[in-house]
């Protein structure tokens, strides 16, 4: 008689393991981005929001977010430049994106906007131009993360539709 | 069972079976002048009772659809408030400004709350609810307007001006759940 998990293994089709696995490595991704500080309550409301008749809704919002900040951060870069700042049109924009990310929940990025803010209300271009590395630095690197988070979940949709046929 | 009515009036009489199911019927016996008791059957409290509330349940089954528009200018917020109010089985249109909002506004008839942002270029959310108010049209449709910073003086002049709820965002789904006996 074969040990009850390897006829588990033999018999399926797809190895329940890796789908584990991979359950497994998206659960602690999601986690370790929620103890560093780049996502906060927010994203667990838009991971509860997303259910059977919307499965798509998170990485839908993922994927509006990156799209918005991308095309702010460019702006910004551009407005920042200028020999004579308009501190006003960068703090809308910086408004825009700390929007945005504190609507995804995005914790790091949200509050390196407020910072921004600051900088922005007293004028001041050389904390302006830090203030905009920062929230590029904080955004990249959640990107990366939420790539990863993409990725992850679909190979384990992919799993769980061929599981169905 | 056997009931044995002594004289004419009304008794219970039901199935022992049926008892928990509350199925007593009420019956009113009569004397005929030949000497027999003769059971009427009368109109049931209980069946009164049963088509009550299957008529309160069709109605509600019946009742209109709720449209809700949501203006905000931000795409990441519109799919948020559209995600929230659609598991309410609201149905929703988005815009991303204000003009587009009264636009919207001339051709759909039956909207039954406005919710929009506050800060949006061109035509802020207080603008919009301002034009909302101020048309005879429009003025009956409720208007809540969200916002991402708390400026007591905001809500306020909003409020005055016949908002009917100010929303911090982010905006959650217990935000709008207590927004339901509002629509129209």
Same mark, same amino acid.
Not at chain 1, 62 to 84: G, M, P, S, W, Y
């Given at each position: ?51 059977? *008749? &919307?499965?798509?809704?998170? /990485?839908?919002?993922?994927? #509006?977010? +990156? ?7 460019? @702006? ?23 929007? *945005? &990310?504190?609507?995804?929940? /995005?914790?790091?990025?949200? #509050?390196? +906007? ?7 209300? @007293? ?43 | ?184």
């Amino acid at each position: 008689m074969l040990p009850l998990c390897s006829r588990v293994l033999l018999s399926h089709p797809f190895s329940p393991m890796s789908l584990m696995a991979l359950r497994e490595q998206l659960n602690m991704l999601v986690n370790s981005m929620y103890i560093e500080g780049l996502l906060d309550q927010q994203f667990q409301q838009l991971q509860m929001l997303q259910d059977a *008749s &919307s499965p798509g809704f998170v /990485a839908e919002v993922i994927n #509006l977010f +990156c799209e918005d900040a991308e095309r702010i951060l460019t @702006e910004l870069t551009k407005l920042v430049d200028q020999a004579v700042v308009d501190f006003q049109k960068v703090d809308a924009y910086v408004h825009q994106l700390k929007g *945005s &990310s504190s609507s995804v929940g /995005a914790q790091n990025v949200k #509050l390196a +906007c407020i910072q921004f803010r600051q900088f922005c209300e @007293e004028n001041n271009k050389d904390g302006c131009l830090n203030a905009l590395n920062v929230v590029k630095h904080h955004y990249y690197l959640l990107r990366n993360k939420f790539d990863t988070m993409l990725q992850l979940e679909q190979r384990i949709q992919a799993y769980d539709s061929k599981q169905q046929n | 069972m056997e009931v044995v009515p002594r004289d004419s009036g009304l008794i219970w009489w039901g199935f022992p079976a049926l008892y928990s199911l509350r199925f007593l019927f009420l019956v009113y016996y009569i004397r005929r002048p030949s000497g027999d008791l003769l059971p009427l059957l009368l109109p049931q409290p209980s069946l009164f009772f049963f088509f009550f509330a299957m008529s309160s349940y069709a109605e509600g089954r019946g009742e209109q659809e709720i449209h809700v528009l949501a203006v905000d200018d931000s795409s990441v917020d519109r799919a948020l408030i559209a995600k929230i109010l659609r598991s309410s089985n609201y149905r929703v249109t988005t815009v991303d400004s204000g003009k587009r909002a009264l636009e919207l506004l001339t051709l759909e008839p039956n909207i039954s709350m406005i919710i929009t942002d506050y800060w949006m270029p061109e035509m802020t959310g207080y603008e919009l609810l301002k034009s909302v108010k101020e048309s005879s049209k429009l003025r009956e449709i409720p208007v809540v307007v969200m916002s991402s910073e708390n400026v007591p003086n905001r809500i306020n002049r909003c409020l005055e001006e016949g908002a009917e709820d100010f929303l911090l965002k982010p905006v959650r789904p217990s935000d709008v759940s207590r927004l339901c006996s509002r629509m129209r």
